[in-house]
């Protein structure tokens, strides 16, 4: 079945640095998405994505979306401690419904 | 309210016990998911509804579960003499629809976590 992998797992970082996560497929998505949870939360979409090659920004947030379609990746630009929580990518495939979702990648902002 | 509402918000019950959960969709989507989330881990696909259909149940574990929606809207998710392994976080997530990019975009519930003892 499909599978995504996500790195890093987790991230120690000073607050104002910039971070970037990754997400890679061994199959082909057609969208692809990052969300983040916060403890006890579900997860809250930050970006979406639906074409090869689409690169999109919210607010300090910006995502590609792979040309090859098996890859997408998160930056967080000049972090701040609300930032704390867990990053997920997920990806849908040729049939809709069901997502894939990556590991997840736990970031942490030291003030 | 505006997003998806899941009850209960937590669920303590005894190995062998019935448990039902529940999920609220936004209104006017006509998709809606289920996924459950174990301690550290991501999410894993459970069962989606298509209206009141279930095209794909692929995800569900064990015919201990299942997952019925009337009406186009509230779902219910029911476990059956549960086990300690079925302790987890089942979230929920709706969509306007499965039409294509955008309208599938799937927004989550705050979950329902479940402890079997």
């Known amino acids: 079945g499909q599978q995504l992998n996500q790195s890093p797992q987790s991230m120690f970082i000073q607050e104002g640095e910039d971070v970037s996560m990754n997400c890679t497929s061994s199959?082909?998505?057609?969208?692809w998405l990052w969300y983040k949870q916060d403890p006890g939360e579900g997860p809250v979409l930050l970006i979406a994505l639906y074409k090869a090659g689409e690169l999109t920004s919210n607010g300090r947030l910006t995502a590609q979306f792979g040309i090859t379609r098996k890859d997408s990746f998160l930056n967080i630009s000049a972090s701040i401690p609300s930032d704390v929580g867990i990053y997920f990518c997920?990806?849908?495939?040729?049939?809709?419904?069901?997502?894939?979702f990556g590991q997840g990648t736990i970031l942490t902002v030291h003030p | 309210g505006a997003g998806v509402s899941q009850s209960p918000s937590n669920k303590v019950t005894e190995k062998g016990k019935d448990v039902e959960l529940r999920c609220d969709p936004i209104s006017g989507h006509t998709a809606l998911y289920w996924y459950r989330q174990s301690l550290g881990q991501g999410l894993e696909f459970l069962i989606y509804?298509?209206?009141?259909?279930?095209?794909?149940k692929s995800g569900l574990p064990s015919d201990r579960f299942s997952a019925e929606r009337t009406g186009g809207s509230v779902s219910t998710l029911t476990i059956q003499r549960t086990q300690q392994e079925d302790s987890a976080v089942y979230l929920c997530a709706s969509s306007l629809d499965l039409q294509g990019p955008s309208t599938d975009t799937q927004y989550f519930g705050p979950g329902t976590r479940l402890t079997v003892l």
């Open positions: 199959s082909i998505f057609n969208t």
């Open positions: 997920a990806g849908r495939g040729t049939s809709y419904g069901k997502l894939t």
């Open positions: 509804f298509q209206g009141n259909s279930a095209p794909d």
